[in-house]
């Protein structure tokens, strides 16, 4: 039980704690968000041109890396889903979103960093929306405008089912896909970060204001932060591949002769 009275008393992290302007206020405000992000992109393309300008028999550490990571989205994202025929004009997408996404989740746990871009929906509403205007061009330009409407709806259904169908498909591939390819990975990187916080502020909280008692609850929290840490690290690399998992997906979808 908290000693009383307190110096101050514990208040638990919340959304405002995810706003960090950094020059200005409001709308147009230079937030740390929008820096990191800039970070990142930069750096990655250093890095691609880096060691696409020193390419080895032998690999160096970071060809080796690089070229790991564009395997996996080659084989088991790209070639694997969208097929061997289309995939590879995808490729530059399918990649540039796979390492833009896990830098940026990764930021959440980096030492001195400790902030996910994308806890911040704007960015993964961008990046969504990229992907939307991506697949529905290419279904567009493969089936023409009425012929890629058209095959929202799967054959071979009862005509009284065709009205309902269509319904649904039609909000499926305009509206529920960019929203909930937004959704899913801000909603993972918010709670994540907002659950990391809770511990951290929590256990310095137990450990600076408490009885003797609560301090080692304090600890324990500490602990508990560096253990759900390793769990991030896993759920980063898991949102960045189902995102581009989906994207791959509805591609697919797009290139396809049937729906």
């Known amino acids: 039980m908290l000693t009383a009275p307190l110096a101050e008393t514990f208040v638990a992290p919340g959304t405002s704690?995810?706003?960090?302007?950094l020059i200005?206020?409001?709308?147009?405000?230079?937030?740390?968000?929008?820096?990191?992000?800039?970070?990142?992109?930069?750096?990655?393309?250093?890095v691609a041109v880096r060691v696409s300008g020193r390419l080895k028999l032998?690999?160096?550490?970071?060809?080796?890396?690089?070229?790991?990571?564009?395997?996996?989205?080659r084989n088991s994202l790209g070639r694997d889903i969208i097929?061997?025929?289309?995939f590879i004009k995808f490729m530059p997408l399918l990649f540039s979103l796979f390492i833009v996404i896990l830098l940026n989740n990764l930021f959440g746990v980096i030492p001195f960093i400790q902030f996910p871009t994308m806890s911040r929906l704007g960015y993964p509403i961008a990046l969504a929306a990229v992907v939307y205007l991506t697949y529905h061009a290419v279904g567009i330009s493969r089936k023409g405008f009425i012929g890629w409407?058209?095959?929202f709806?799967?054959?071979?259904?009862?005509?009284?089912?065709?009205?309902?169908?269509?319904l649904l498909e039609f909000f499926t591939y305009v509206i529920i896909r960019p929203a909930t390819l937004a959704l899913r990975i801000f909603g993972?990187?918010?709670?994540?970060?907002?659950?990391?916080?809770?511990?951290?502020?929590?256990?310095?909280?137990l450990l600076l204001h408490s009885t003797t008692p609560n301090?080692?609850?304090?600890?324990?929290?500490?602990?508990?932060?560096?253990?759900m840490s390793a769990f991030e690290i896993i759920i980063e690399f898991l949102q960045a591949y189902i995102f581009v998992l989906l994207t791959a997906v509805y591609i697919a979808g797009a290139v396809a002769d049937e729906h």
């Open 17 to 21: 704690d995810f706003w960090q302007p």
């Open 188 to 205: 993972n990187m918010f709670a994540g970060h907002l659950l990391l916080l809770t511990f951290t502020f929590g256990g310095e909280f």
């Open 215 to 227: 301090k080692a609850a304090g600890v324990l929290s500490f602990l508990f932060t560096l253990v």
């Open 149 to 151: 409407f058209k095959s």
């Open 83 to 86: 097929g061997a025929k289309d």
């Open 24 to 46: 200005g206020d409001g709308a147009f405000a230079l937030t740390r968000s929008a820096i990191l992000y800039a970070v990142a992109a930069i750096g990655m393309s250093i």
């Open 153 to 166: 709806l799967p054959s071979g259904l009862p005509g009284w089912l065709v009205p309902l169908v269509y």
């Open 58 to 73: 032998v690999p160096s550490k970071g060809q080796f890396i690089s070229e790991s990571l564009y395997d996996l989205v």
